[in-house]
Nanobody, 114 residues
Framework: QVEVVESGGGLVQPGGSLRLSCVVS????????MNWYRQPPGQKRELVAA????????IYVDSAKGRFTTSRDNARNTVYLEMTNLKPEDTAVYYC???????WGQGTQVTVST
């Protein structure tokens, strides 16, 4: 069974940085496309970033371009979301998603506030 577990959220001031991690188990990680989504309070879940199983292509939502970077460490079965210059509007629960199995993690809260 594929499991997805996020970590790394927290409270950060505007302009600060956080790195989210997502560990995947139960399936050969190197073959999986992985997505990051977020759901702000009272809003719909939206795709933030996507990373292919191999290669350099990445997809980012416009509001994240230039500030967020997704990467993967196949030896650790882990995908990362590095977030810099965080803004209050980045406040949300962030989710890791394996689309091949439509498998979601439990989410990790990111709060950007003074």
């Amino acid at each position: 069974q594929v499991e997805v577990v996020e970590s790394g959220g927290g409270l950060v001031q505007p302009g600060g940085s956080l790195r989210l991690s997502c560990v995947v188990s139960g399936f050969p990680f190197t073959t999986l496309v992985m997505n990051w989504y977020r759901q702000p309070p009272g809003q719909k879940r939206e795709l933030v970033a996507a990373i292919p199983s191999f290669g350099t292509g990445r997809i980012y939502v416009d509001s994240a371009k230039g500030r967020f970077t997704t990467s993967r460490d196949n030896a650790r079965n882990t995908v990362y979301l590095e977030m810099t210059n965080l803004k209050p509007e980045d406040t949300a629960v962030y989710y890791c998603h394996a689309p091949r199995f439509d498998r979601w993690g439990q989410g990790t809260q990111v709060t950007v506030s003074t």
